[in-house]
């Protein structure tokens, strides 16, 4: 049994024992995400409340859901992702009522298995669900992935889909969901790995309309991101921007006093610095064997050379030998 058998056995327990059983209506009018993704045309961030996870353990670190999420807010979020799986993260759905004021759509993150979930989140404040693939594919909820985006549709919500291959990809594009996502984070062993999720896009042939969004995980920005915010960009399909980026404004007055910034980072080819528009900064890695993302220093200068005035661009390397760091910075001029 793997983490994604076992959050999904987890979830039907929470269904029996009646967690999901929510008396209290919906207290606010419904916001759409798709809509907010669209209008911010490929600069788009959905920042993620995750109080806890399996492999990190506490994430708030004694700050509170509403503080974090106010400053994710306040820097320019077109959305807030909220776990509401109180077993291994540390969620809860009144998170989704405690959040509800903040003017932003919000997504419910669990792993659905029942439409009675479905409801709860609704009821809760919650404007977009999360479905996985990977769970219909394995037979745990009890309809069939259609049958419950159309559920979700019924009761007003829109509904992110998550794949985290290519055949799931396909799979969710042959779907009525709102929004497709292509997740980095492998759900049966939780491991991250970006070159999981660029395997699965580079089969894409998204609908421009539809942009297939690329969730990772940002732990780091400028100044003091907090708890991991879970990046959503646009990644290529149609004439949009192909890449996307976090909100430009600055975030005054916020916890963190933040702004936050996008790096791209282990491009291996031009080709790949002309698919990133959007970033704050493009990266390669260099004098790195263990990475198959490790470049020589003349493709690497290349690549570089490529990247559009104004961007920070930036070596990345494990190599601490002072000799080879000066080869470094003489052959690349990176500004970092």
């Not at 291959?165 to 292509?182: F, H, K, P, Y």
């Not at 190599?319 to 470094?328: H, K, N, Y």
Request: hydrophobic letters at 45%; one cysteine or more.
């Amino acid at each position: 049994m793997d983490h994604l058998d076992r959050f999904a056995k987890a979830a039907w327990e929470r269904v029996k024992r009646g967690y999901y059983r929510l008396r209290d209506g919906r207290r606010r009018e419904p916001l759409s995400l798709a809509r907010a993704i669209a209008e911010a045309q490929g600069k788009a961030i959905i920042a993620e409340v995750k109080p806890a996870s399996p492999t990190a353990g506490d994430l708030l670190r004694g700050r509170g859901v509403a503080e974090v999420a106010s400053a994710y807010a306040a820097a320019g979020a077109v959305g807030i992702s909220v776990l509401v799986d109180p077993d291994h993260f540390s969620g809860a759905l009144e998170h989704l009522r405690l959040l509800g004021g903040l003017g932003v759509p919000l997504l419910a993150k669990d792993f659905v298995v029942d439409p009675v979930q479905l409801a709860a989140f609704h009821r809760a404040g919650a404007d977009c669900a999360l479905l996985i693939v990977a769970l219909f594919e394995r037979g745990y909820p009890s309809l069939e992935l259609d049958r419950m985006i159309a559920h979700a549709h019924g009761l007003g919500l829109e509904v992110l889909l998550e794949a985290s291959s290519r055949e799931e990809l396909e799979c969710a594009l042959a779907t009525q969901a709102d929004l497709i996502g292509v997740n980095s984070r492998d759900p049966t062993t939780l491991e991250v790995s970006l070159d999981r999720a660029m395997r699965a896009l580079d089969a894409a042939r998204p609908d421009p309309s539809r942009p297939i969004l690329a969730l990772s995980g940002i732990s780091s920005g400028e100044g003091d991101l907090g708890p991991q915010a879970g990046g959503l960009f646009r990644v290529p399909g149609g004439d949009g921007p192909p890449c996307g980026r976090g909100p430009r404004g600055e975030a005054q007055g916020t916890p963190f006093g933040m702004r936050i910034k996008v790096k791209i980072c282990g491009l291996r080819s031009v080709a790949d610095v002309l698919s990133a528009r959007g970033a704050d900064a493009l990266g390669v890695i260099v004098a790195t064997p263990a990475s198959p993302r490790n470049l020589d220093l003349d493709t690497a200068r290349e690549v570089l050379s490529a990247a559009p005035p104004g961007l920070l661009k930036v070596a990345v390397t494990t190599a601490v030998a002072e000799g080879i760091l000066r080869e470094i910075a003489s052959a690349l001029r990176p500004d970092v």
